[in-house]
């Protein structure tokens, strides 16, 4: 049986990232993982931040993504960060499962000129308190 949570956040295949991307998770038993209410959200949310929008408008989600990738090559500035926290909040707001983001904070992590770390806190549909994402970006084009 689903618990509510879980009904209510989702479910889907656990990812595992690495420095080469993304990969299926296998439990003890063989079977793929799957990663059920707020271990779901957590793992959703980075990826809807992550895809360009509109990437995936051939499968019927044309405005799921965000636009962060427009902002590869620009200046690791205060306009540059406070564009990606406006992006990075427009996006994840469009998730049905998030209420609310609350306090978006972009750090510039020291020693990497072209990476600003994003602090954001989110208010889930069933939750009483917001979880905390952190989001790295670089601008750097890879």
């Given at each position: 049986?689903?618990?509510?949570?879980?009904?209510?956040?989702?479910?889907?295949?656990?990812?595992?990232?690495?420095?080469?991307?993304?990969?299926?998770?296998?439990?003890?038993?063989?079977?793929?993982?799957l990663?059920?209410?707020?271990?779901?959200?957590?793992?959703?949310?980075?990826?809807?931040l992550?895809?360009?929008?509109?990437?995936?408008?051939?499968?019927?989600?044309?405005?799921?993504?965000?636009?962060?990738?427009?902002?590869?090559?620009?200046?690791?500035?205060?306009?540059?960060?406070?564009?990606?926290?406006?992006?990075?909040?427009?996006?994840?707001?469009?998730?049905?499962?998030?209420?609310?983001?609350?306090?978006?904070?972009?750090?510039?992590?020291?020693?990497?000129?072209?990476?600003?770390?994003?602090?954001?806190?989110?208010?889930?549909?069933?939750?009483?308190?917001?979880?905390?994402?952190?989001?790295?970006?670089?601008?750097?084009?890879?």
């Amino acid at each position: 049986m689903v618990d509510q949570r879980t009904e209510q956040l989702g479910a889907d295949l656990r990812l595992a990232w690495t420095w080469r991307g993304a990969d299926l998770v296998v439990d003890g038993s063989g079977d793929l993982a799957l990663a059920t209410g707020v271990d779901n959200i957590v793992q959703a949310l980075p990826l809807r931040l992550r895809v360009r929008r509109g990437e995936l408008a051939a499968l019927g989600r044309p405005r799921y993504g965000s636009r962060i990738d427009e902002l590869v090559g620009e200046p690791n500035v205060t306009r540059t960060q406070v564009m990606l926290m406006a992006r990075a909040r427009e996006a994840l707001e469009r998730d049905p499962r998030v209420v609310e983001v609350g306090d978006v904070e972009a750090v510039v992590v020291p020693g990497e000129r072209d990476l600003i770390r994003l602090r954001l806190q989110v208010r889930l549909v069933s939750a009483a308190e917001p979880i905390s994402l952190v989001h790295d970006e670089r601008l750097e084009a890879s």
